[in-house]
T-cell receptor, first 113, second 113 residues
Framework: DSGVTQTPKHLITATGQRVTLRCSPRSGDLSVYWYQQSLDQGLQFLIQYYNGEERAKGNILERFSAQQFPDLHSELNLSSLELGDSALYFC????????????FGPGTRLTVL | QQQVKQSPQSLIVQKGGISIINCAYENTAFDYFPWYQQFPGKGPALLIAIRPDVSEKKEGRFTISFNKSAKQFSLHIMDSQPGDSATYFCAAQKNTGFQKLVFGTGTRLLVSP
């Protein structure tokens, strides 16, 4: 158990809908990262927050947004969902904002029908 | 330049054999190279990591070999066990400010009994 929690574990929804994925980092970790894992594209970095502020952005679609709250938990919002958004979404956390071990949560499996 | 190329895509090794997974990068600014192990239904977990000031790092049965001039690094799993069957991801990161981890595409390892 990495200490990172993610909810929900599974999510099934329809195209065009909006969902929110939640992540609680390990105690003491200030950085939260979001990744998308699909069969054909591996692990793709989406976005990083450090102590409430956006710090790095990857290949995140404009339909996706995230935030980190004062208690350091983070939410990833996915809107206008498309079939291609079906994937595993992982949250990771780390103590610092730069180099170092990232601890991954168990992931949320999103299925868009 | 941000890519990390990983091979092979899948690997079958007999119990007791040596598993070798290779990665190559282009960006010479990368200076932190971790390997992550992912079991089905779980998030990736850090296995071992290396910085380019050393050519080899060993932790138990797992060894990273690093060739800075060739911009290549590899993971060797000695005495491979069925419990090592998992997907392995190499990654690279620049150690300046807020830098994302760039992951390879993953290698699915199956160790046959």
């Amino acid at each position: 158990d990495s200490g990172v929690t993610q909810t929900p574990k599974h999510l099934i929804t329809a195209t065009g809908q909006r969902v929110t994925l939640r992540c609680s980092p390990r105690s003491g970790d200030l950085s939260v990262y979001w990744y998308q894992q699909s069969l054909d594209q591996g692990l793709q970095f989406l976005i990083q927050y450090y102590n409430g502020e956006e710090r790095a952005k990857g290949n995140i679609l404009e339909r996706f947004s995230a935030q980190q709250f004062p208690d350091l938990h983070s939410e990833l919002n996915l809107s206008s969902l498309e079939l291609g958004d079906s994937a595993l979404y992982f949250c990771a956390s780390s103590v610092s904002a730069g180099e170092g071990e990232q601890f991954f949560g168990p992931g949320t499996r999103l299925t868009v029908l | 330049q941000q890519q990390v190329k990983q091979s092979p895509q899948s690997l079958i090794v007999q119990k007791g054999g040596i598993s070798i997974i290779n990665c190559a990068y282009e960006n010479t600014a990368f200076d932190y190279f971790p390997w992550y192990q992912q079991f089905p239904g779980k998030g990736p977990a850090l296995l071992i990591a290396i910085r380019p000031d050393v050519s080899e790092k060993k932790e138990g049965r797992f060894t990273i070999s690093f060739n800075k001039s060739a911009k290549q690094f590899s993971l060797h799993i000695m005495d491979s066990q069925p419990g090592d069957s998992a997907t392995y991801f190499c990654a690279a990161q620049k150690n300046t400010g807020f830098q994302k981890l760039v992951f390879g595409t993953g290698t699915r390892l199956l160790v046959s009994p």
